[in-house]
């Protein structure tokens, strides 16, 4: 499976983006989906996951502001991320295929790129 991560930008405190990863090859249907940043200095963290079934799970600096979807006929998952604020500031990536313990960078299968996103104003 390929990631392709894409809809990062800058943008103001309070406002919103959607991130879109795009994989290649079917198998993804069958995957869990998730979302990580790294800020500048610091370690990869854990956003949000999406079991192949669609049940989700969100960091709770994320939770009620960040909403992790999926479209298997188009073989993309997305990340709304609402009332953005200045700490949300990272490099965010996408991954595909984990275990139960899908908190941890090292127990996923497949990355894709990173893309940016800077809230500021």
């Known amino acids: 499976v390929q990631l392709q991560a894409s809809g990062g930008g800058l943008v103001q405190p309070g406002g919103s983006l959607r991130l879109s990863c795009a994989a290649s090859?079917?198998?993804?249907?069958?995957?869990?989906m998730g979302w990580f940043r790294q800020a500048s200095g610091k370690e990869r963290q854990f956003v949000a996951h999406?079991?192949?079934?669609?049940?989700?799970s969100y960091a709770d600096s994320v939770k009620g502001r960040f909403t992790i979807s999926r479209d298997n006929a188009r073989n993309t998952g997305y990340l709304q991320m609402n009332s953005l604020k200045p700490e949300d500031t990272a490099v965010y990536y996408c991954?595909?295929?984990?275990?139960?313990?899908?908190?941890?960078?090292?127990?996923?299968?497949?990355w894709g790129q990173g893309t940016q996103v800077t809230v500021s104003s």
């Open positions: 999406i079991s192949w079934s669609g049940a989700t």
């Open positions: 991954a595909a295929q984990s275990n139960t313990r899908f908190q941890y960078p090292p127990n996923w299968g497949y």
């Open positions: 090859g079917r198998a993804f249907r069958n995957y869990s």
